[in-house]
């Protein structure tokens, strides 16, 4: 029988209730091949009956391609307690054996959306008719035909106006021209059925990284001012700026990371929210985004 307020988690493989003797089964190995949501919950609390439903109703949306399990901490609180979860509820993502995400206390279902999407495109996006138009316009991009590449995401809008994928190259596609107002107009002028999309969050983080770019100081004497000072932490953070700005993301993350290290309050919390920002605008896939959230992780809860 149910503790009064306790939720069941509905039945199905996406969503299941996961205790401390399977944890490295349900979590641990399955997010080996899919993304893992665990959410820290327990019958007494309220917050959880607020974010549980909300959770549960993404991660179906999902369709498979993320799965939630379910932990009452009161029942099982040895992996809470290893995760160093001090208040509930708590919400880890766990991708390929490892803490990729997370957060605590319940957030508005647009965010809960937003994050469970996050999290499933980790495992790839899924394939689409247009796929083979879009990787066609992201060889072009990478390849340096910004203007053709412009062109094609264009044509594949007018196929599809609420193809996300499409709208983010279009964006990176100005950004490349060093367009970046008109980046930014394409952006708002998105369908808000996609606004909260991975991809164009992720877009949004690159133009905010641009215009941040563009009052960037040079590289050579921002490392003098840190090397003289290593206490001056805005000119460090200006440093991570500089050397985004220069094509040097992973030099960026590790100054953020002795930033947050130094002092992870300062400026309320200045290192963290800019880290985040250069995560939200690679691919969620990246190995410099995986790694420093990793590294980023084991400060947080060392």
Not at 56 to 75: F, P, Q
Not at 201 to 216: N, T, Y
Request: net charge negative; hydrophobic share 45%.
């Amino acid at each position: 029988m149910l503790e009064l307020g306790q939720t069941q988690a509905p039945a199905g493989d996406n969503i299941i209730d996961g205790s401390d003797n399977t944890f490295m089964q349900d979590v641990i190995e399955t997010s080996q091949t899919v993304p893992v949501i665990v959410d820290f919950w327990a019958p007494w609390c309220g917050p959880c009956k607020t974010l549980g439903p909300a959770i549960e109703a993404a991660v179906t949306a999902a369709g498979g391609r993320v799965k939630l399990v379910k932990i009452d901490v009161d029942a099982n609180p040895g992996y809470a307690g290893q995760l160093r979860v001090q208040s509930i509820p708590t919400v880890y993502a766990f991708y390929q054996g490892q803490p990729v995400d997370g957060f605590q206390g319940a957030l508005p279902a647009s965010e809960v959306n937003a994050f469970v999407e996050k999290v499933a495109s980790l495992a790839g996006e899924p394939d689409n008719g247009l796929a083979d138009a879009i990787a066609a316009a992201e060889a072009m991009l990478e390849e340096g035909a910004a203007s053709d590449a412009a062109e094609t995401f264009a044509a594949i809008l007018q196929e599809d106006p609420n193809n996300a994928a499409a709208y983010a190259g279009l964006v990176k596609a100005y950004l490349a021209l060093d367009d970046v107002d008109q980046a930014e107009a394409i952006l708002n002028g998105a369908p808000a059925e996609i606004s909260t999309d991975p991809l164009l969050e992720a877009v949004a983080a690159q133009i905010a990284l641009a215009r941040e770019a563009a009052d960037a100081g040079p590289v050579a004497e921002l490392q003098a001012q840190v090397e003289a000072d290593p206490d001056n932490h805005q000119a460090r953070l200006d440093l991570a700026t500089a050397l985004h700005a220069a094509g040097q993301t992973e030099d960026a993350v590790d100054a953020l990371l002795e930033l947050f290290r130094r002092d992870r309050e300062w400026n309320d919390g200045a290192a963290k929210a800019q880290l985040f920002k250069v995560f939200d605008a690679l691919d969620a896939k990246d190995p410099i985004a995986l790694n420093g959230r990793r590294k980023l992780s084991s400060m947080i809860f060392a």
